[in-house]
């Protein structure tokens, strides 16, 4: 039903910049939330950010002030606007979209869980040196 590619990875010194972007292979792009996710080896996959179909955004306390995720319905795409990385933020990451619509209110902890989402890109390695 859905199929999501990340790119925009790569090598940045600390402090740098980078913007990754996830294209969707959907008709109704608009009717996601997307989210970003990101994981190293030995740790759990991590929230990073959220986008709701309404534009509405959540990030994780550690990339507040410093990643903006946005959205382009016109171009079924998603991205996550990285500034003032830090070599903590190295990590795969990974596009996810939300196709639930939901009769009740969720509390936060729902909306950042990697279970809330259905599909899933292959991720793009950020690689961020001191």
């Known amino acids: 039903q859905v199929q999501l590619v990340e790119s925009g990875g790569g090598l940045v010194q600390a402090g740098g910049s980078l913007r990754l972007s996830c294209a969707a292979s959907v008709r109704s792009f608009s009717s996601y939330s997307m989210g970003w996710f990101r994981q190293v080896p030995g740790k759990e996959r991590e929230f990073v950010a959220r986008?709701?179909?309404?534009?509405?955004?959540i990030y994780e306390d550690s990339v507040k002030g410093r990643f903006t995720i946005s959205r382009d319905n016109a171009k079924n795409t998603v991205y996550l606007q990285m500034n003032s990385l830090k070599p903590e933020d190295t990590a795969v990451y990974y596009c996810a979209a939300d196709s639930t619509i939901r009769q009740y209110s969720v509390g936060y902890t729902t909306l950042v869980d990697w279970t809330s989402y259905a599909y899933w890109g292959q991720g793009t390695q950020v690689t961020v040196s001191s």
């Open positions: 986008i709701g179909r309404s534009s509405a955004t």
